[in-house]
């Protein structure tokens, strides 16, 4: 505690103020939490033994109870449990913090969970965090993020980004409170990757579905109520000639949007998304209860802004969906026209006299803004140079590939308007 007190008085002195009288949650909010212009931090207490066995045993669910403290406030009684895939490890694990774990209804801000990303494969840390500030910003539902100070017991544990998950909180928010209630709301499923897949139909048989799509929300409903229009939808995707989508599914997915998506994807040079490198990855798909069509959900963003040199029809021939939309004029062009407005809003400049685009300056901002705690992360895998060295990638990457990809979809545009 008495690092607390000398790293951040301001939070101690609230803190202390909590303790003599009662603090309400309702004074600070989730815009607060998810303020990307400050670095926070975020205090764990754990007991040692549990800490142990969640980095011993990094590839389990196992939950563990912990009280958490942010800002001054403090919330008791938590889950905390190891998560992620391909970046869970013992050194830095990533977490999941889930405040009604074992106290029902207890909440944190209005959140009932919160992921705490240990970017294990981003050097830069800040990708993930750009992209889904890019989909926010051109309409995408997409979780909101910001850096923090992670601290086990007083000790600094490294820097980390505070994700909104995707669940029934994140669609009140986006959607709406009908759309997020327990028993009358909409089907969320997180897509869980087991093997490379394209959207290819995988029969009427409804337990390949359920292997691949995880309820997150009317988890008791029947199999063929939660299943089995995944089924339907699939089977149409494949079924209907790229003339017929619109008739036969687009009643079933928001077609635009999807379009939308993958182009957004592209543009930022994505490799593990729609069409990433090891086929369908890292979505929610959320079937709304009115009946509107289903959306896809972006997650997991931290592969984006990988390759400068990325064509902006990347394995677009892979997924069966995307194929066909693609052999569609309108839907070619939904799909260039979105690229040129991706490209044009990384690249917006502020004046005249500044070079830099939108997001080369959020680049900028951020790295200034946690620097020094990426500098003191010692169980990061990456070196403090490779961070700097990432930035500057990005940076590269920033000024280069929106006019590029700019000049190429406006190229495949006139050609495509060429009798």
Do not use: C
């Not at 607390?4 to 103020?17: G, H, K, Q, S």
């Not at 009358?184 to 959207?199: A, N, S």
Request: charged residues 25%; aromatic residues 10%.
């Amino acid at each position: 505690m008495l690092s607390v007190i000398i790293r951040r008085p301001l939070a101690a002195a609230f803190l202390l103020v909590a303790l003599l009288v009662p603090f309400s949650a309702g004074a600070q909010t989730q815009a607060d939490l998810f303020d990307d212009t400050s670095l926070r931090d975020i205090q764990l207490t754990v007991s040692q033994r549990d800490w142990d066995a969640l980095r011993a045993e990094a590839d389990e669910n196992t939950y563990y109870t912990a009280d958490l403290r942010w800002n001054g406030l403090t919330v008791r009684n938590i889950g905390i449990r190891s998560r992620g895939a391909g970046t869970r490890n013992g050194i830095k694990p990533g977490l999941r913090l889930d405040f009604n774990r074992y106290l029902a209804n207890q909440e944190f801000l209005g959140l009932k969970a919160l992921v705490l990303d240990n970017a294990y494969t981003d050097p830069s840390t800040v990708r993930e965090l750009l992209a889904m500030k890019l989909y926010n910003r051109l309409g995408l539902s997409a979780s909101r993020e910001a850096h923090v100070r992670l601290f086990i017991n007083g000790e600094y544990a490294g820097l980390y980004i505070a994700v909104e998950p995707v669940d029934r909180t994140f669609i009140n928010r986006v959607f709406g409170a009908d759309e997020s209630n327990v028993e009358r709301g909409g089907f969320l499923f997180e897509y869980k990757w087991k093997r490379e897949w394209g959207l290819e139909y995988l029969g009427n048989d409804l337990a390949p579905y359920a292997e691949l799509f995880e309820p997150k929300s009317r988890e008791t409903d029947a199999a063929s109520v939660l299943y089995g229009p995944i089924e339907e939808m699939i089977r149409e995707i494949n079924d209907s000639p790229p003339e017929r989508l619109q008739a036969d599914v687009g009643s079933l997915l928001d077609l635009d949007e999807f379009v939308r998506y993958l182009a957004m994807q592209n543009a930022v040079a994505e490799i593990d998304g729609l069409v990433g490198n090891w086929g369908l990855s890292n979505f929610y798909l959320y079937r709304f209860r009115d009946g509107r069509p289903a959306q896809f959900l972006p997650w997991d963003a931290d592969h984006a802004f990988w390759d400068p040199n990325l064509p902006i029809d990347e394995r677009l021939d892979t997924d069966v969906l995307a194929a066909k939309l693609m052999e569609l004029p309108s839907s070619r062009r939904r799909y260039l026209r979105t690229l040129i407005d991706t490209s044009q809003t990384i690249a917006s400049q502020a004046t005249d006299d500044d070079p830099r685009g939108w997001l080369e300056r959020e680049v900028d901002r951020l790295e200034a803004l946690i620097a020094p705690a990426a500098a003191a992360d010692t169980f990061s895998p990456f070196s403090f140079e490779e961070f700097t060295g990432n930035m500057n990638d990005l940076r590269a990457l920033l000024r280069s590939r929106p006019p590029a990809v700019a000049d190429q979809a406006a190229a495949a545009l006139a050609a495509l308007d060429t009798p």
